[in-house]
Nanobody, 126 residues
Framework: VQLQASGGGTVQAGGSLRLSCAAS????????MGWFRQGPGLEREFVGT??????????YYADSVKGRFTISRDNSKNTMYLQMNNLRSEDTAVYYC??????????????????WGQGTQVTVSS
């Protein structure tokens, strides 16, 4: 299984970025897909999740990004996206994508994800 995150970079506060997560080696549509981030000196934190189609296909977000970030997935391309708008300096972090086969209620916890990508750096300058 491989998850390849890409699209990170440096952007000014208020700007936008779109991250991608390309998956291979797994049946993508049967997994919940999540985004997590880890800022400097901080623990890894939940950003959002895209629930697999068979369980409803909803998306859920951390309060800190709700209304600014949007997760989407293209099951035909085995790819998930994270559109980030109105970025703030506190969004600076390494962003990771992950795949989970556990129950819906567990998808906000990093420990419940089976597979992880390598991370992509997002830096927001103020």
């Amino acid at each position: 299984v491989q998850l390849q995150a890409s699209g990170g970079g440096t952007v000014q506060a208020g700007g936008s970025l779109r991250l991608s997560c390309a998956a291979s080696g797994l049946t993508f549509r049967t997994y919940h897909m999540g985004w997590f981030r880890q800022g400097p000196g901080l623990e890894r934190e939940f950003v959002g999740t895209s629930i697999r189609p068979g369980s409803g296909g909803s998306t859920y977000y951390a309060d800190s990004v709700k209304g600014r970030f949007t997760i989407s997935r293209d099951n035909s391309k085995n790819t998930m996206y994270l559109q980030m708008n109105n970025l703030r300096s506190e969004d600076t972090a390494v962003y990771y994508c992950a795949a989970s086969s556990v129950a819906l209620s567990g998808t906000t916890y990093a420990r419940n994800y089976n597979y992880w990508g390598q991370g992509t750096q997002v830096t927001v300058s103020s």
